[in-house]
Nanobody, 126 residues
């Protein structure tokens, strides 16, 4: 069964950090770009960061630049999103998705993915 599973979400105070993980099972991420997306209540899902299959190309949304870092370990079939200096407006359900054939910017902007995880809640609140 092809599956993506996110983990690492939780409740954190403003200014804090979290590291999200996206682990794949049933298929290899070697040939897939991975995107991190988020959806806040009442808002559309948006791209946060997308990374190419080799890690050589990365896109960040303006809201993530300078605070979030995406990385991947293909040997572990896992992609990470390190989130620092978290703000209340970062509160959302965070999803990862895998796609082939997309440039990373296009993947993020079009919220594209062939496989999606179930999401992990991130809440930033004092």
């Amino acid at each position: 069964q092809l599956q993506l599973v996110e983990s690492g979400g939780g409740l954190v105070q403003p200014g804090g950090s979290l590291r999200l993980s996206c682990a794949a099972s049933g298929f290899s991420l070697d040939y897939y770009a991975i995107g991190w997306f988020r959806q806040a209540p009442g808002k559309e899902r948006e791209g946060v960061s997308c990374i190419s299959n080799t890690g050589g190309s990365i896109h960040y949304a303006d809201s993530a630049k300078g605070r979030f870092t995406v990385s991947r370990d293909n040997a572990k079939n896992t992609v990470y999103l390190q989130m620092n200096s978290l703000k209340p407006e970062d509160t959302a359900v965070y999803y990862c998705a895998a796609a082939r054939g997309y440039h990373v910017q296009a993947m993020c902007l079009s919220v594209a993915g062939s496989y999606w995880g179930q999401g992990t809640q991130v809440t930033v609140s004092a």
